[in-house]
Protein backbone atom coordinates (compact mmCIF):
# COMPACT_ATOMS: atom_id res chain seq x y z
CA UNK A 1 0.00 0.00 0.00
CA UNK A 2 1.65 3.47 -1.02
CA UNK A 3 1.56 6.87 0.52
CA UNK A 4 -1.61 7.86 -1.12
CA UNK A 5 -3.84 4.94 -0.05
CA UNK A 6 -2.81 4.54 3.35
CA UNK A 7 -4.15 8.50 3.74
CA UNK A 8 -7.37 7.94 2.14
CA UNK A 9 -7.96 4.65 4.48
CA UNK A 10 -7.06 6.61 7.43
CA UNK A 11 -9.07 9.19 9.17
CA UNK A 12 -7.90 12.38 11.02
CA UNK A 13 -9.16 11.18 14.48
CA UNK A 14 -7.15 7.96 13.40
CA UNK A 15 -4.13 9.41 12.83
CA UNK A 16 -4.00 11.75 15.36
CA UNK A 17 -3.90 8.65 17.96
CA UNK A 18 -1.04 7.54 16.16
CA UNK A 19 0.60 10.58 16.64
CA UNK A 20 0.08 10.39 20.04
CA UNK A 21 1.11 7.19 20.28
CA UNK A 22 4.41 8.04 18.63
CA UNK A 23 5.24 10.95 21.30
CA UNK A 24 4.60 8.45 23.79
CA UNK A 25 6.42 5.54 22.72
CA UNK A 26 8.45 6.75 20.45
CA UNK A 27 9.35 6.84 16.44
CA UNK A 28 7.68 4.03 14.83
CA UNK A 29 10.27 3.68 12.02
CA UNK A 30 13.04 1.70 13.15
CA UNK A 31 15.55 3.50 11.64
CA UNK A 32 14.69 6.56 13.53
CA UNK A 33 14.62 4.18 16.77
CA UNK A 34 17.98 3.05 15.34
CA UNK A 35 19.83 6.50 14.66
CA UNK A 36 18.47 7.73 18.11
CA UNK A 37 20.20 4.68 19.91
CA UNK A 38 23.50 5.54 17.94
CA UNK A 39 23.22 9.37 18.92
CA UNK A 40 23.18 8.03 22.78
CA UNK A 41 26.08 6.00 22.37
CA UNK A 42 27.99 8.74 20.48
CA UNK A 43 26.96 11.47 23.18
CA UNK A 44 28.21 9.06 25.80
CA UNK A 45 31.09 8.26 24.06
CA UNK A 46 32.22 12.06 23.29
CA UNK A 47 30.93 13.29 27.12
CA UNK A 48 33.29 10.31 28.64
CA UNK A 49 36.37 11.23 26.45
CA UNK A 50 36.54 14.66 28.04
CA UNK A 51 34.53 16.85 25.26
CA UNK A 52 35.24 20.62 25.55
CA UNK A 53 31.54 21.02 25.72
CA UNK A 54 28.76 18.92 26.80
CA UNK A 55 27.81 16.78 24.04
CA UNK A 56 23.90 16.41 23.24
CA UNK A 57 21.76 13.40 21.64
CA UNK A 58 20.62 15.83 18.84
CA UNK A 59 24.08 17.01 18.17
CA UNK A 60 24.73 13.86 16.25
CA UNK A 61 21.30 13.17 14.74
CA UNK A 62 21.18 13.97 10.99
CA UNK A 63 18.77 16.47 10.37
CA UNK A 64 16.23 15.73 7.71
CA UNK A 65 13.99 18.25 7.72
CA UNK A 66 16.01 21.71 6.63
CA UNK A 67 14.13 25.04 7.48
CA UNK A 68 13.06 26.19 3.86
CA UNK A 69 14.71 29.71 2.80
CA UNK A 70 12.61 32.57 2.02
CA UNK A 71 12.05 34.21 -1.18
CA UNK A 72 14.01 37.32 0.35
CA UNK A 73 16.80 34.92 1.77
CA UNK A 74 17.47 33.06 -1.71
CA UNK A 75 17.26 36.43 -3.59
CA UNK A 76 19.58 37.17 -1.48
CA UNK A 77 21.82 34.47 -2.41
CA UNK A 78 21.32 35.27 -6.07
CA UNK A 79 22.69 38.91 -5.76
CA UNK A 80 26.06 37.39 -3.66
CA UNK A 81 26.49 35.13 -6.15
CA UNK A 82 26.12 37.46 -9.21
CA UNK A 83 28.71 40.18 -7.41
CA UNK A 84 31.34 37.61 -6.96
CA UNK A 85 31.12 36.37 -10.26
CA UNK A 86 31.36 40.20 -11.50
CA UNK A 87 27.50 40.36 -12.69
CA UNK A 88 25.62 43.68 -12.54
CA UNK A 89 21.77 44.65 -12.53
CA UNK A 90 20.38 46.16 -15.57
CA UNK A 91 17.62 48.42 -14.69
CA UNK A 92 14.92 49.19 -16.96
CA UNK A 93 15.36 52.49 -18.23
Do not use: C
Not at 3 to 30: F, I, K
Amino acid sequence: MNVRELLARTSSHELTEWMAYERVTGPLDMRLRSEISAGIVAATVANSNGAKRKAKVSDFLITWHKRRKTVHEMWQEVMKANTALGGSIKRPE
